[in-house]
Each structure stands twice: as structure tokens, then as C-alpha cells.
């Protein structure tokens, strides 16, 4: 259908690509790769198994604006933490009552998707660790400020976020944030994350959760 700008066929296609430009960190001790739920989990995954480190995930939820859910007006993760979009947010004169309302569902909905999809497992230290956080791309960058901040707080040694496509002015803004922005296209003319690839089908809870535990928990070197 969007022949025109797909790169990618897949999500596992973007992720086993963006593996090879991430080659350089496959060498650094205690690496740990971080997929956002519920679509940058299969990326990550093929990154995770290229660089030979362990996966887990981030959550962290989009806050959608009331009757246009798809565009973000900011987002929440674990801990409290929620960033806000203002310019969206004054653009459309949304007050706090419906930002709190929005905020206290997608609060459940990244509850469930914790206990869904880690169970019991804890989830993994970051301190002082090299982390890579992953996403099949991003478009406004709530969502990855989001789960920038709540890493930032957890202190790791470098923090990279790494995506197959993003817009060049997201990327910028990114970058005073983190210690590295990797994108594979980085395009002007945008438009939408997944006209640039040719399969976008929504990622299942029972995927990532698949994944997930495919995926090594540890590194070679630690496993006894």
C-alpha cells in the first residue's frame, strides 16, 4: 500500500538492519537491551539476539488526545512518571481534568502489560549498565522521553536510543538527552511510522510475551 516509502519489510527485517549499525556495542560489558511494548519488542528482539545481550522491556504508555487517540498529548511510565506535550496540549486547549482522566486508564493499561507480560520476573538493574532502548520509530517522541526520564533516574553508565525510523528534528531534540540517537532513516517528509514499512500489523500481547522469553536473560559470559 505505501510502496512508495516502505524500507522495511517487517519489524524483525528493521530490527536484524538496525542490528548491524548497533555492532559496535555488541563488545560492552553488561549490555542490556530495553524493547518498548508492544511494537518495538520485535525489534529489539533481533537486536538483543545480534549483540548477543540480554532483553527486557520499558513500559511506557502514549497518552492519546480525547477522540484522537493516535496523536500524542504526552505519556506515562512506571514510577510516576509522565511527560507532557504542551504545544499539542495549548494547540488544543485540552485541560488537566481530561489529561488526568486520560492518564489514570493508560495507568492500569501499563499495569496489566507488566504483570501480562513479566509475571513474576523482576525487572533487570540498570545502574551502571550500558542500555539500548528500542522502538520501531518514533513520531512525536513522547512515548521515548518517557522512557528516557524513568531510565535517566535508574542512573546507567550510556543510555542509546536506537530506532529503524524517525523524524531528523525528533532526533535532535533526543539527542541533548541521551548519551546517542541511532536511526536508520531519518526522512523530511515523514508522515507516519508505518507507511516505511511494508508489514505494520499490530504487535500481541502474546508476542511480546513469546519473545520475551525466547530472548536471553543474561549474557554468555554470566551464564553458569
Known sequence: MH??????QNRQDAGRQLAQRLEPYAQRSE?????????????????????????????????????????????IASDCVRVLNYDVISWLGIDSHAIDAVAARELRELQRRDRAYRGDRPPPPIRDRPVIVVDDGLATGSTMRAAIAVLKAEKPQQLIVAVPVAPPQ????????????????????????GVWYEDFAPTTDAEVR???????????????
Open 3 to 8: 510502496a512508495h516509502y516502505a524500507r522495511f
Open 31 to 75: 549490555l542490556l537491551v530495553l524493547g518498548l511494548p508492544r511494537g518495538g519488542v520485535p525489534v529489539a528482539y533481533e537486536v538483543a539476539k545480534a549483540l548477543q545481550a540480554p532483553l527486557d522491556i520499558c513500559l511506557v504508555r502514549k497518552l492519546g488526545v480525547p477522540g484522537q487517540k493516535e496523536l500524542a498529548m504526552g505519556a
Open 170 to 193: 525528533i532526533c535532535a531534540e533526543l539527542r541533548s538527552e541521551v548519551d546517542a540517537v541511532i536511526a536508520l532513516l531519518t526522512p523530511e517528509n515523514f508522515y507516519a511510522i
Open 210 to 224: 513469546d519473545l520475551l522469553t525466547a530472548a536471553p536473560q543474561q549474557h554468555p559470559q554470566s551464564i553458569a
